[in-house]
């Protein structure tokens, strides 16, 4: 009888990451389940819905090697209740599992492994080494950009680029739903396959951001991108992405050149101010009207059934006077992806796109968000 043990912290840690993938309503039964292989005291778990694929190794003592095919939700609800002691799991007839942990027993029904569909396969000596947090800060300033709307689908996906720049290697990530953009430049590894810019589907690149923030330590990820999907490895999870075919927007001509009108503004502040000034706003389609004068800034907004708000903040701003109105949730999306105090702030008319960067010295990387006006 095939079987192994594994702890049940161990075994509970590898069956969440799957949750995300594996265990959705699907048109398909077997992509609903995870597939199990143990062999040389590891247990293999592995999800996908086509479009993301995640391997976990876990460790475990194996007795007789095995594999299995069960629903993930059902393990995963079935493992999370269980006492904190060890997990015996044991293959039976017609491709059901026993679980057995204390005085708990639970037999699992089974789909046979063989249908499991397979990842992609890759070449080892490809992958580039790259820093665990670098990838992982780049995803956390740009995915809040993406589109969420599938049919916008060249917009429902990240960018990942990559130029030499002064000799040096610049890695390059952008994000836009039509309405706004975030980019980010920071220097990094030549990673093959991505100088002509590949596009990763934000529900992936979700999935990275997930199963990174759940390791600890700096630590450098794998990775290696071919024609059609994105494969990244570290310690001991793979994740395969399938990359969005298509081409991106040209981007680079969305970026304004012209804008003269520039302000610098307490990041905390602004954003506070921006979080009150907005609970008048029930809609989506409502914006926040900046009123900008030398040295301060009204924000205002009104709403006909709630009534209004106003507040003013100070800036550093000696131009001339102007009003622009802005979806205010998108500016409090870009203000929370800086890490700077103040940010600065690039506008040209009301009817333009503006601009807003972290006020970092020139010496850090490159990172903006553009934001296109509302008209009220």
Same mark, same amino acid.
């Given at each position: ?16 990451? @799957? ?14 389940h ?8 590891t247990? !293999? *778990? ?5 479009? =993301? ?5 876990l ?10 095919s ?8 079935i493992?999370r209740?269980?006492?904190?002691? =060890?997990?015996?799991?044991? +293959? ?5 599992? %026993? ?5 708990s027993?639970?037999?699992l ?12 396969? !890759? ?31 060249? &917009?429902?996906?990240?960018?990942? =680029?990559?130029q ?5 290697e ?19 590894? @030549? ?5 002509k810019?590949?596009?990763?589907? +934000? ?6 951001? +997930?199963? *990174? ?14 024609? =059609? ?8 999870? &793979? ?8 081409? !991106?927007?040209?981007?680079? %001509? ?6 003269d ?12 101010? /921006?979080k ?13 009207? /900046? ?5 301060? @800034? ?16 100070d ?10 109105? !802005? ?22 008319d ?5 601009? /807003?960067?972290?006020?970092l010295?020139?010496? /850090?990387? %490159? ?10």
């Open positions: 009888m095939a079987h192994l043990e594994i702890e049940k912290r161990e075994f509970l840690k590898g069956l969440n990451l @799957m949750q995300g993938i594996a265990g959705r309503k699907t048109t398909l039964p077997i992509l609903s995870i597939y199990l292989e143990w062999k040389q005291n247990l !293999f *778990l592995t999800g996908t819905d086509l479009q =993301t694929g995640v391997q976990e190794a460790t475990g003592i194996v007795h007789e090697e095995g594999r299995a069960v629903s993930s939700k059902k393990l995963f609800e493992v209740e269980l006492p904190e002691q =060890t997990i015996q799991i044991t +293959k039976k007839e017609n491709h059901w599992i %026993q679980l057995k942990c204390g005085k027993l639970f037999n029904a089974g789909l046979d492994p063989d249908d499991y569909p397979s990842l992609p396969s !890759f070449q080892e000596k490809a992958f580039s080494k790259i820093p665990t947090t670098l990838f992982k800060e780049m995803i956390e300033k740009t995915a809040f950009a993406a589109s969420n709307e599938e049919s916008r689908y060249h &917009l429902h996906g990240i960018l990942l =680029t990559q030499r720049s002064g000799g040096k610049i890695l390059r990530m952008v994000a836009t739903d039509g309405h706004r953009l975030s980019l980010i430049e920071r220097e990094g590894q @030549m990673i093959r396959g991505v100088e810019g590949v596009i990763i589907p +934000k529900k992936g690149v979700l999935e990275i951001k +997930k199963v *990174l923030g759940d390791k600890e330590g700096e630590g450098e990820m794998n990775i290696y991108v071919d024609n =059609t999907h994105a494969f990244l490895k570290w310690e001991r999870s &793979l994740m395969v992405i399938r990359l969005i075919e298509g081409e !991106f927007p040209e981007y680079d %001509q969305v970026i304004p050149k012209q804008n009108k520039t302000m610098k503004i307490g990041k905390e502040p602004f954003y506070q101010s /921006l009150r000034v907005s609970t008048m706003i029930s809609e989506r389609a409502e914006g926040v009207k /900046l009123s900008i004068q030398p040295n301060f @800034m009204e924000l205002s907004s009104n709403h006909q059934d709630y009534g209004d708000a106003k507040e003013e903040i800036i550093q701003y000696q131009g001339a006077p102007m009003e622009i109105n !802005f979806n205010a949730r998108y500016l409090m999306e870009a203000l929370q992806s800086f890490d700077s105090e103040e940010v600065v702030m690039e506008l040209k009301e009817g333009s796109p503006g601009i /807003l960067r972290p006020d010295s020139p010496s /850090l990387s %490159q990172q903006l968000s553009i934001i296109m006006p509302m008209r009220i």
